[in-house]
T-cell receptor
Framework: EAGVVQSPRYKIIEKKQPVAFWCNPISGHNTLYWYLQNLGQGPELLIRYENEEAVDDSQLPKDRFSAERLKGVDSTLKIQPAELGDSAVYLC????????????FGPGTRLTVL | GENVEQHPSTLSVQEGDSAVIKCTYSDSASNYFPWYKQELGKRPQLIIDIRSNVGEKKDQRIAVTLNKTAKHFSLHITETQPEDSAVYFCAASNSGGGADGLTFGKGTHLIIQP
């Protein structure tokens, strides 16, 4: 079984530029999460999807961050414009969903904003 | 919201000795407590988890204990080996009806001395 796939693995951009990250969850997993992990810290939840619906986006900075999960499978997280403080690893995770809550993480995208 | 505290931040033990990492949580509604291992530059990987209806769970050299009254849970690794060296994260969530996002601790850097 393939795991959670993310791309790109690394991204370097200038501040004020836009950037997008892509995630393909494990097949059949209804729940998808985006986390942000700063260096030396634990992951922090940005948004959770149940199928195509964003059911928890309270931690997503909506002035510059946006996300979508069209058709309830792949998801894209976007930052526009990026700031220096956005440099971090962006992790995607998925779980089967209702009453099956084990989360499986992707390898992450390491973003560097210059 | 939930708050998870993790101690110690760094733990150095001799190979073959035991290691214990402790976490406390604040939200009494939390009922799912996973532990993740993360090697440098890699994805977090689930090593063991426990739910609030269980007090202890073991898997070979790894065990987790949960004290709901005190709101703390611990990871125990016995007969430590060099490959156990990594950062370990505890987490908590309320997974009553859906797979809520996890709240992570800040991590423990476990160093196994040869």
């Amino acid at each position: 079984e393939a795991g959670v796939v993310q791309s790109p693995r690394y991204k370097i951009i200038e501040k004020k530029q836009p950037v997008a990250f892509w995630c393909n969850p494990i097949s059949g997993h209804n729940t998808l999460y985006w986390y942000l992990q700063n260096l030396g810290q634990g992951p922090e939840l940005l948004i959770r999807y149940e199928n195509e619906e964003a059911v928890d986006d309270s931690q997503l900075p909506k002035d510059r961050f946006s996300a979508e999960r069209l058709k309830g499978v792949d998801s894209t997280l976007k930052i526009q414009p990026a700031e220096l403080g956005d440099s971090a690893v962006y992790l995607c995770a998925s779980s089967p969903g209702l009453f099956a809550d084990t989360q499986y993480f992707g390898p992450g995208t390491r973003l560097t904003v210059l | 919201g939930e708050n998870v505290e993790q101690h110690p931040s760094t733990l150095s033990v001799q190979e073959g000795d035991s290691a214990v990492i402790k976490c406390t949580y604040s939200d009494s509604a939390s009922n799912y407590f996973p532990w993740y291992k993360q090697e440098l530059g890699k994805r977090p990987q689930l090593i063991i988890d426990i739910r609030s209806n269980v007090g202890e769970k073991k898997d070979q050299r790894i065990a987790v204990t949960l004290n709901k009254t005190a709101k703390h849970f611990s990871l125990h690794i016995t007969e430590t080996q060099p490959e156990d060296s990594a950062v370990y994260f505890c987490a908590a969530s309320n997974s009553g009806g859906g797979a809520d996002g996890l709240t992570f601790g800040k991590g423990t850097h476990l160093i196994i001395q040869p």
